[in-house]
């Protein structure tokens, strides 16, 4: 099994429902592989860290991917993803992450920990209402949605009666960030970044009427004094981002942290007892069952390599993050999950100018949410057969039955 068709059984149902197998065998390939003319796998841990941190790799613009395929401009949801910080260079990403940065410092978030704390509360007591007669209870809709995406509206400014509505919008929209064989399988994608554009737009306008202390009117009102600073297109394509990317990645950390729990019972015990860290078991899901699994990189200047593979401008690098999280040169046996670990620096939120704004954030959440669900619910047990998404870049559950009682 070479590169190419690592990647091929990658993007089969099978592939994505459990890449760790393939991972191994690629690993036996080596740090870094080619997978076709033009295409390159970053598969080992220092391999793919030194590409995200390495200012000649780039992300794949919106005017490479529409150079490449006329027909991207006509898709709004990667149109929209094309305008945001996710996918620009210097000096544009630098310029609007820098506009974001402030609510995301280290100080801001730890302040943010007694509201964590209050609404893991309030959503652990809905859902010992819903699971008091002994019925199931959907983890992924109850909880591990509910909490992430409270968080980042409150940031937002986006009012408590429309959240309900995102899971199914991100749901659809996130689809343009997998490999999409056929553009024309866009279509829920394009419809779910139009509604959001949409919305954002009313409510930016609403909050230049009326400030409130939140995200959407800092950054509504810059783009009403600034274009070049941030112009109407930029604000509207990155406040969906930080909708979709401020619950996305966590509700698939906490979903695949749980069904972990539920397959090592002892660390379960550890955690409830406090031998084991929250820290620690957060890291070592991120690592195990990381919910980003790759991302890619375009060789943007001369005289790049991966490894000792020439990486020419245009190459195309897949930064297999699953892949790197399991590298057996990094990590003492990867196929155990073992929240003892130390020092595995999972590469889970990505690296260098990209790195995850939202990564203290998330961490918080989960470090705060999973011991108080293991003390609210001694006797938490899975509920039915939880189901997967068929994703293979953003990795996670779609239901994860539980009872309560």
């Known amino acids: 099994m070479d590169g190419t068709a690592i990647i091929e059984q990658l993007l089969t149902s099978e592939g994505r429902a459990d890449p760790y197998p393939l991972y191994a065998r690629a690993h036996e390939l080596g740090t870094a592989v080619s997978a076709g003319p033009g295409t390159l796998l970053a598969l080992g841990h220092g391999t793919a860290d030194k590409v995200l941190r390495t200012a000649g790799f780039g992300v794949a613009t919106a005017e490479m991917q529409a150079g490449l395929a006329p027909e991207f401009a006509e898709h709004s949801s990667l149109a929209l993803f094309g305008r945001s910080i996710l996918e620009r260079n210097a000096p544009d990403h630098a310029r609007v992450r820098s506009l974001i940065a402030s609510v995301f410092t280290a100080r801001r978030v730890a302040a943010l920990r007694p509201a964590v704390e209050a609404a893991v509360a309030g ?18 809709d109850a909880f591990a949605f509910r909490l992430p995406v409270g968080v980042i509206c409150e940031l937002l400014g986006v009012p408590a009666r429309d959240r309900y509505r995102f899971r199914g ?5 996130t689809v343009a960030l997998e490999f ?9 994608a394009d419809a779910a970044a139009d509604e959001l554009a949409g919305y954002f737009t009313e409510l930016a306008a609403q909050r230049l009427a009326h400030p409130q202390d939140d995200l959407v009117t800092d950054l509504a009102r810059i783009a009403a004094e600034d274009a070049e600073r941030l112009s109407a297109q930029e604000l509207l394509a990155n406040l969906v981002l930080l909708l979709v990317a401020g619950f996305e990645t ?23 007892t406090g031998t084991l860290a929250p820290a620690g078991f957060t890291d070592e899901v991120l690592r195990y069952d990381s919910p980003v699994q790759l991302t890619t990189r375009i060789a943007l200047t001369d005289g790049l ?31 155990v999950f073992d929240p003892s670990r130390t020092g595995s620096q999972p590469l889970s939120f990505g690296g260098g100018p990209h790195y995850c704004l939202g990564s203290q954030l998330a961490r918080l959440e989960a470090e705060v949410a999973v011991p108080a669900l293991l003390d609210r619910f001694p006797r ?10 068929d994703r293979l870049v953003l990795r996670g559950y779609e239901t994860l039955p539980v009872t309560v009682r």
């Open 380 to 389: 938490l047990t899975p509920g039915g057969v939880p189901t997967r998404r």
């Open 169 to 173: 919008l991100a749901g659809d929209l």
């Open 305 to 335: 390599a991966v490894d000792d593979l020439p990486a020419p401008p245009g190459s195309m690098v897949l930064v297999m993050l699953g892949a790197a999280n399991h590298d057996p040169a990094r990590h003492h046996r990867p196929e």
């Open 250 to 272: 966590t509700t698939n950390l906490l979903g695949n942290g749980l069904a972990l729990l539920f397959r090592h019972p002892d660390v379960m015990a550890g955690l409830r």
């Open 123 to 140: 959503l652990l007591d809905e859902m010992a209402e819903a699971g008091s007669d002994g019925s199931a209870v959907d983890f992924m």
């Open 180 to 188: 999409v064989q056929d553009l024309a399988e866009l279509g829920a």
